[in-house]
């Protein structure tokens, strides 16, 4: 079946630790997304790609990384620097680079600091 | 810069109620696009629907309809006959074309109980 897969589903990671959050997906999409949830909030955008080695950061990059060596996947790092890292992080794709286009979601990692 | 309120943060509904789920939107562009997600319990958010700017057209899907009017910048979700597998979170979001980029502005969601 075609989709996105994240993982872990759940993660808990010590302070000053970095932890990588896998996103995969066999959709064919060249764009990907990361997005980050907090309670009772939206979604806010971290970073997204367009084409493979290639990527922008989004509204809330600080204290986070990416790649995106292959088409089908797009990890996320969560670095030390990152201040209040518990949260509900959610990983996209499109097909195509536009407005119009409609994002598919993954089913999200919850990450939490100890 | 482009903004969604959904100003409704949590609804309580009995099954079988009808209920209207609201979002306005504010942008500078003409052309633009709204969306809305469902998030279950699982968390995964679920594509419901994608509307265009320059399409004013109500469109109804089972259960479900949408509102759309420019002239008050609202793009409202309804359910009609609601049933405990609509409780979720819904999410509005706004897409501008300026620029390249497919990138979403969400408003911070409607947490829906349909209580049996």
Same mark, same amino acid.
């Given at each position: 079946?075609?989709?996105?897969?994240?993982?872990?589903?759940?993660? #808990?990671?010590?302070? *000053?630790?970095?932890?990588?959050?896998?996103?995969?997906?066999?959709?064919?999409?060249?764009?990907?997304?990361?997005?980050? /949830?907090?309670?009772?909030?939206?979604?806010?955008?971290?970073?997204?790609?367009? @084409?493979?080695?290639?990527?922008?950061?989004?509204? @809330? %990059?600080?204290?986070?990384?990416?790649?995106?060596?292959?088409?089908?996947? #797009?990890?996320?790092?969560?670095?030390?620097?990152?201040?209040?890292?518990?949260?509900?992080?959610?990983?996209?794709?499109?097909?195509?680079? *536009? %407005?119009?286009?409609? /994002?598919? #979601?993954?089913? *999200?990692?919850?990450?939490?600091?100890? | 810069?482009?903004?969604? !309120?959904?100003?409704?943060? =949590? +609804?309580?509904?009995? =099954?079988?109620?009808?209920?209207?789920?609201?979002?306005?939107?504010? !942008?500078?562009?003409? !052309?633009?696009?709204?969306?809305?997600?469902?998030?279950?319990?699982?968390?995964?958010?679920?594509?419901? +629907?994608?509307?265009?700017?320059?399409?004013?057209?109500?469109? +109804?899907?089972?259960?479900?309809?949408?509102?759309?009017?420019?002239?008050?910048?609202?793009?409202?979700?309804?359910?009609?006959?609601?049933?405990?597998?609509?409780?979720?979170?819904?999410?509005?979001?706004?897409?501008?074309?300026?620029?390249?980029?497919?990138?979403?502005?969400?408003?911070?969601? +409607?947490?829906?109980?349909?209580?049996?």
């Amino acid at each position: 079946d075609g989709g996105i897969t994240q993982s872990p589903k759940y993660l #808990f990671r010590k302070e *000053g630790q970095n932890v990588t959050l896998s996103c995969e997906q066999n959709l064919n999409h060249d764009a990907m997304y990361w997005y980050r /949830q907090d309670p009772g909030q939206g979604l806010r955008l971290i970073y997204y790609s367009q @084409i493979v080695n290639d990527f922008q950061k989004g509204d @809330i %990059a600080e204290g986070y990384s990416v790649s995106r060596e292959k088409k089908e996947s #797009f990890p996320l790092t969560v670095t030390s620097a990152q201040k209040n890292p518990t949260a509900f992080y959610l990983c996209a794709s499109s097909s195509w680079r *536009g %407005a119009s286009d409609t /994002q598919y #979601f993954g089913p *999200g990692t919850r990450l939490t600091v100890l | 810069a482009q903004k969604v !309120t959904q100003a409704q943060t =949590e +609804i309580s509904v009995v =099954e079988k109620e009808d209920v209207t789920l609201d979002c306005v939107y504010e !942008t500078r562009d003409t !052309t633009y696009y709204l969306f809305w997600y469902k998030q279950p319990p699982s968390g995964e958010l679920v594509f419901l +629907i994608r509307r265009n700017s320059f399409d004013e057209q109500n469109e +109804i899907s089972g259960r479900y309809s949408w509102n759309f009017q420019k002239s008050t910048s609202s793009f409202n979700f309804t359910i009609t006959a609601s049933q405990v597998v609509d409780s979720a979170v819904y999410f509005c979001a706004l897409s501008e074309v300026s620029g390249a980029n497919s990138k979403l502005t969400f408003g911070k969601g +409607i947490t829906l109980s349909v209580r049996p």
